[in-house]
């Protein structure tokens, strides 16, 4: 199975930034769209961010609308998220995902059902 592998994930005080990043060695990401999702203990998995295929289009969660920025560099192969002004409620397992041939549209909630491949997530912690 591909393997899609998360780094980033630190400690930050509230207000503070961090960037992670995301890549996968055997699956170009050309013709996926590509999520990150984040996990807090005892929650459910949420998608936070979608940027489709071809750098088409991206989409925010609202609680993460105007903080966080998601950007992708295919001749890299990387997939980044820029989180800006965190906040104690954004601290979970961060995990990219990729779907094939996935234009991202509004209905976050759906995504999951259409995730092909999953990275094994990298931990943010937002505490003072």
């Known amino acids: 199975q591909v393997q899609l592998v998360e780094s980033g994930g630190a400690l930050v005080q509230p207000g503070g930034s961090l960037s992670l990043s995301c890549t996968a060695s055997?699956?170009?990401?050309?013709?996926?769209?590509l999520v990150w999702f984040r996990q807090a203990p005892g929650k459910e998995r949420e998608a936070v961010s979608c940027i489709s295929m071809g750098d088409a289009g991206t989409v925010y969660a609202d609680a993460v609308q105007g903080r966080f920025t998601i950007s992708r560099d295919d001749s890299k192969n990387i997939l980044y998220l820029q989180m800006n002004n965190l906040r104690p409620e954004d601290t979970g397992v961060y995990f990219c995902?990729?779907?094939?041939?996935?234009?991202?549209?509004?209905?976050?909630?759906?995504?999951?059902?259409?995730?092909?491949?999953w990275g094994t997530g990298t931990l943010v912690t937002v505490s003072s």
């Open positions: 055997t699956l170009p990401f050309d013709f996926f769209g």
């Open positions: 995902a990729a779907v094939r041939r996935y234009y991202c549209t509004t209905d976050l909630p759906t995504i999951h059902n259409a995730v092909n491949y």
